[in-house]
T-cell receptor, first 114, second 109 residues
């Protein structure tokens, strides 16, 4: 069966510090991978998605970047955090293209920027 | 631009009641619609996926319907239980998922 891991579970970082959040998927090959942010009152916002190693698409301009160094690993980074980067970060995956996919989510990382 | 709206934003019901959560979307050209459940501080759990060619899907006490032409979906929960308390999110897809802001459900014992 497939599982998705995210770490850390919670993180408190000062403004201006770097960030690295990691997501890994087990039990599947060549997944599509996604990073979302959930902020209070704003719903889920898609930040990045990747259909393969080294392939990253950004949905919104922001202070963050993403990388996919391995097939089942997706990393969210920032060089200098802003207060507005606080939120709940969710990684998700699915397999395939086109219409018939179901998306699965990880447990999330709660980021507080102070 | 696709927009997804969920009404009501919050709902409180007594245990045992049947209830309906609503989801509407502005662009009917979707591939599928997915309902999720989110417990506080947790990730999303997929409940039901309805393809654009389907009218409904059922899983246990949950039934989701889709009327693509009118841009609406409903999630029906039968015989609600306190364990059903959570936020329910719907999302539509034409490639990537577009989410509503959710309905926070509280089932009182």
């Amino acid at each position: 069966s497939q599982t998705i891991h995210q770490w850390p579970a919670t993180l408190v970082q000062p403004v201006g510090s770097p960030l690295s959040l990691e997501c890994t998927v087990e039990g599947t090959s060549n997944p599509n991978l996604y990073w979302y942010r959930q902020a209070a009152g704003r719903g889920l916002q898609l930040l990045f998605y990747s259909v393969g190693i080294g392939q990253i698409s950004s949905e919104v301009p922001q202070n963050l970047s993403a990388s996919r160094p391995q097939d089942r690993q997706f990393i969210l980074s920032s060089k200098k955090l802003l207060l507005s980067d606080s939120g709940f970060y969710l990684c998700a995956w699915n397999v395939g293209t086109g219409i018939s996919y179901e998306q699965y989510f990880g447990p999330g990382t709660r980021l507080t920027v102070t | 631009k696709q927009e997804v709206t969920q009404i009501p934003a919050a709902l409180s019901v007594p245990e045992g009641e049947n209830l309906v959560l609503n989801c509407s979307f502005t662009d009917s050209a979707i591939y599928n619609l997915q309902w999720f459940r989110q417990d506080p501080g947790k990730g999303l759990t997929s409940l039901l996926l309805i393809q654009s060619s389907q009218r409904e899907q059922t899983s246990g006490r949950l039934n989701a319907s889709l009327d693509k032409s009118s841009g609406r979906s409903t999630l029906y929960i039968a015989a609600s239980q306190p364990g059903d308390s959570a936020t329910y999110l719907c999302a539509v897809s034409r490639g990537n998922l577009i989410f509503g802001k959710g309905t926070k459900l509280s089932v009182k014992p």
